[in-house]
C-alpha cells in the first residue's frame, strides 16, 4: 500500500510538473526545437529544474542501498553507446520533433488532447509493442 501511495504521489508531482512547465504544449515545445526559427528558450528552465534536483538525489542515494520504502534502487545503466541507444534516441527526437510530445505529456494530454491527442497516444503504444520484433531483427543485422 505505501508503495502504490508514493507512486500516486510521485505521479501527480510528475504529471503537476509537465502541466505547470509547459511540457504538455505541444506549441511551446516545438518552439523550443525550433532553435533556427521563432526559439522559444523558457524550456531551458525545465531542464535545470529536472537536472538539479536529480544531481542532489544521486548523491544522496550514494550512500544509501534501498529507497524510503525499502525497494532496492535499480542498478546503474550502461554508458556504453550502442545501436539500441542510438537509435532509441534517433526516434524519440524525431517523433517529439514532429509532435511536440513525448511519453508523459502524451498521457497527461488525453484528458483534453482530443482526437489528434489520442491517436498520437495509440500509435506511440503501438511503437511500443513493434519494439521488441524490429528491435529482434536490428541486433541480427549487427551482430554479422
Not at 505505501?2 to 511551446?28: C, E, H, P, Y
Not at 529544474?49 to 542501498?65: D, E, F, H, N, Y
Not at 482530443?114 to 491517436?119: D, F, H
Request: charged share 10%.
Amino acid at each position: 500500500m505505501q508503495r502504490l501511495l508514493i507512486a500516486a504521489l510521485a505521479g501527480g508531482l510528475f504529471g503537476a510538473g509537465l502541466l505547470v512547465s509547459g511540457m504538455t504544449d505541444t506549441n511551446k515545445v516545438q518552439g523550443w526545437l525550433d532553435v533556427f526559427g521563432d526559439w522559444d528558450p523558457t524550456l531551458a528552465f525545465v531542464l535545470g529544474g529536472a537536472i538539479i534536483p536529480m544531481l542532489i538525489a544521486w548523491q544522496l542515494t550514494k550512500k544509501r542501498s534501498a529507497s524510503l520504502s525499502g525497494a532496492p534502487f535499480p542498478s546503474k545503466p550502461s554508458t556504453q553507446l550502442d545501436h539500441n541507444l542510438i537509435i532509441g534516441s534517433v526516434l524519440f527526437g524525431i517523433g517529439w520533433a514532429l509532435v511536440g510530445l513525448c511519453p508523459g505529456p502524451a498521457m497527461a494530454s488525453l484528458s483534453w488532447g482530443g482526437l489528434s491527442g489520442v491517436l498520437f497516444f495509440v500509435a506511440m503504444l503501438g511503437g511500443m509493442l513493434l519494439v521488441k520484433p524490429i528491435r529482434t531483427q536490428i541486433d541480427k543485422v549487427f551482430a554479422k
